[in-house]
């Protein structure tokens, strides 16, 4: 199944990330980066969110994005860094270097037959995962929507997204619905799209089993994007891999 998005789930990506209290993951991609050399790909580069900034200090990554809608914000965004509209799944090619932030990966069905694919397309791997802890305690109600974000639309009025979802604890499947709303100044509703997501995640020891039945050694593990105490709950896991063939 592709997994590009679309709609407003593409024009609006970075408005939502943009109004995110979150920390950037961008000096974490970097610093891994800077400590490597050859070929660099990364795979779901979006908008061109951080593969822009990625280039413009001076690293030579070619971005991947399967998305028309994604690739050409990105073209249009940041002209100087390179994009190939393809499906990664469909992409062939070597690389010293996959990068893959932002949970792209969750999105792919079939995650070891994956990680495997990316062994023999890489010899390091940057990954990041997130886990939904919020989800998993019922900390937000399943099988109904409710309110997620919104933001103030440039061209004025409001973008609203409200989330629906399901989750598979036993199997770590998390199928997410987004409703995205365009509503005008006046507070009318323009414009309706629903999107649904198929996302997988894993514990700690499911992912280690997974990595190490696909061929792939934690050279490092960075929680939470490298914020907060080290007794935190785990929300988000950048793994710094190499294959172990190399
Ligand atoms: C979670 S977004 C992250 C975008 C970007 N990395 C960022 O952080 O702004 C996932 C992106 O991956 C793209 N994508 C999903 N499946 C893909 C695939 N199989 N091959 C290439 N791109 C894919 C989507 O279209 C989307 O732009």
Redesign the pocket.
Known sequence: M????EGFE?SW??FF?DAEEAPS?LPLIKKFLEARKGSFL??????G??LGPLVAAGHDVLG????PE?AKLSRENFPDAKVLE????KHEGEYSVIVI????FQ??SDPQKQLTRLSEQADSLYLTLFFPWAEIAGDLPQNEWYFDRDVVLPTGGTGELETQHKIKEEVGSLVRKHRYTMKNASGNVVRREETVQRLRFFTDAALKNLLKKSGWNIENEIKNLGEGDNDELVYVTTLHLIAVSN
């Open positions: 592709n997994s590009g998005y593409a990506h970075d990330w993951e990364y795979i779901g580069s979006g908008s969110r951080l991947l994005e399967c998305s994604m393809e499906e990664w799944q932030p932002a949970f792209t999105l792919f």
